[in-house]
């Protein structure tokens, strides 16, 4: 079949390379893609933000099923657009996507299903969001209700900090998504990315990884998309697992039934593991980015076969299986990111990078100027190593960030700290 992805990171560039595998596929076309993905599928000019130019683009193609890869779109209800035009899609509706788009409806759904989750209120005016706070002191957490580029949450250290966030949200700084605040108590433990493919009625795990969503070396400065990841996460052991998809996925599959808004596509659990078992932070309605390229490298069953499974209400009763192998992202971002990343900087050798055993490259924010490789966006690459464990995987790919020729970029040093051994 021919299929159309849809996205442009790094995480797409995994998606494409995992896809372009399956033995479903004729063709791939990616809208709008990057330079590493025009290496192994067709790139093609849709504005996907016009759903009658991508259903159109479908028919002339004879494209049978869409991937979307950001939540932009999912949230803009290109899945409903595309099924009622009798095209397949993976995603979640517009309605079902709100489990990304908005908070306050996320943290609403678990108090109503005794999905664990921080303590919190919901809050339209400052007034009565300062009240909140004048009752719960610091440390807590202030958030922005809608999407935000990963940018609308402040973990405040100090009651004028949070006040602050309150001031900051409310004037304005994060437009429409900062109409409504949710404030939450501070969850103690350790991160984790969990995710599980859902279609409709089910949930099937699929696998774990731990992000670095801070800028710098020690998990110190702002946060960003992410700067690196690996997979599994040690702390997702089976028991764990278990847990998580009986305290948190499923109910959460039943509540949206409930709701009226079945949950199609890959559920994003942002977790956090404290003494008393696994909490929810946040979902997310779309895989994750960087956590896609160390997760999908280990995938052993065809992903095209599971993404449709998705789409079609009929998901293997599983389990999924993944290989014993270690993944690790480094980021390479450009100068200035997360805050004004420097555009347009030559990057030469990766070539080389990618010709040592068990790496791969992926693009993210590339774009070819004549025979040249120049930086084009914040995350530019997601230098990726497999191995045996953990410590093998990131030695490959320090290894291989470091024959990258880039003098307009940076990368955190310890990826995988917690993990790894010397
Ligand atoms: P989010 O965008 O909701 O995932 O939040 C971004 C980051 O803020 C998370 O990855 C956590 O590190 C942190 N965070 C969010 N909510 C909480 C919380 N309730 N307690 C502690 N840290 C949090
Ligand atoms: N790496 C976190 C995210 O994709 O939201």
Not at 83 to 109: H, M, N, V, Y
Not at 358 to 375: E, N, P, S
Request: hydrophobic fraction near 45%; proline fraction near 5%.
């Amino acid at each position: 079949m021919n299929v159309l992805l849809i996205g442009s990171g790094g995480r797409e560039h995994a998606l494409a390379l995992t896809l372009s595998k399956s033995p479903l596929l004729d063709k791939l076309f990616v809208a709008p893609g990057n330079p590493g993905i025009a290496a192994i599928a067709e790139c093609v000019v849709v504005d996907t933000a016009d759903h009658a130019a991508v259903i159109a683009f479908c028919r002339l193609m004879k494209i049978e099923f869409v991937v979307i890869g950001p939540e932009a779109p999912l949230v803009a209800g290109l899945v409903d657009d595309l099924e009622a035009a009798g095209i397949d899609a993976f995603g979640p509706s517009r309605a079902a996507a709100q489990l990304e788009g908005s908070k306050g409806f996320t943290k609403d759904l678990a108090r109503d299903f005794n999905i664990p989750t921080a303590a919190y209120g919901r809050f339209t005016d400052k007034a009565s969001a300062l009240a909140y706070l004048a009752r719960h002191p610091a440390p807590i957490v202030v958030k922005a209700d809608g999407l935000a580029a990963g940018k609308g949450v402040i973990v405040a250290m100090s009651d004028a900090e949070a006040r602050q966030a309150v001031e900051t949200i409310f004037s304005g700084a994060f437009g429409q998504a900062g109409a409504e605040i949710v404030i939450e108590d501070f969850l103690e433990g350790e991160e984790a990315s969990f995710f599980a493919l859902c279609d409709g009625d089910r949930a099937l795990a699929f696998a774990s990884a731990q992000d670095h969503k801070r800028v710098g070396d020690g998990d110190t400065g702002p946060n960003t998309g992410g700067m690196g990841a690996y997979s599994p996460a040690p702390i997702m052991t089976p028991e764990m697992t278990e847990r998580v998809m009986a305290e948190i996925i499923e109910p959460t599959m039943r509540g949206m039934n409930a709701r009226g808004a079945r949950y199609k596509g890959v559920l994003f659990a942002g977790l956090m593991i404290g003494r008393d078992g696994p909490k929810l932070i946040e979902f997310n309605a779309r895989f994750g980015d960087p956590e896609t390229q160390v997760m999908l490298p280990r995938l052993e069953d065809d992903l095209l076969a599971l993404l449709l499974a998705c789409a079609k209400g009929n998901l293997p009763v599983g389990p999924v299986h993944l290989s014993q192998t270690s993944a690790l992202t480094v980021v390479h971002a450009a100068r200035g990111y997360p805050e004004a990343p420097e555009k347009g900087s030559i990057i030469k050798d990766i070539e080389k990078a990618e010709a040592l055993e068990g790496v791969i490259v992926f693009h993210a924010g590339t774009k070819r100027v004549g025979a040249d490789l120049v930086a084009n966006g914040g995350r530019v690459l997601n230098v990726t190593g497999l191995g045996r464990t953990v410590t093998e995987a990131r030695n490959r790919a320090y290894a291989a960030i470091a024959l990258i020729d880039w003098q307009g970029g940076f990368y955190r040093r310890d990826i995988g700290w917690r993990a790894a051994n010397e």
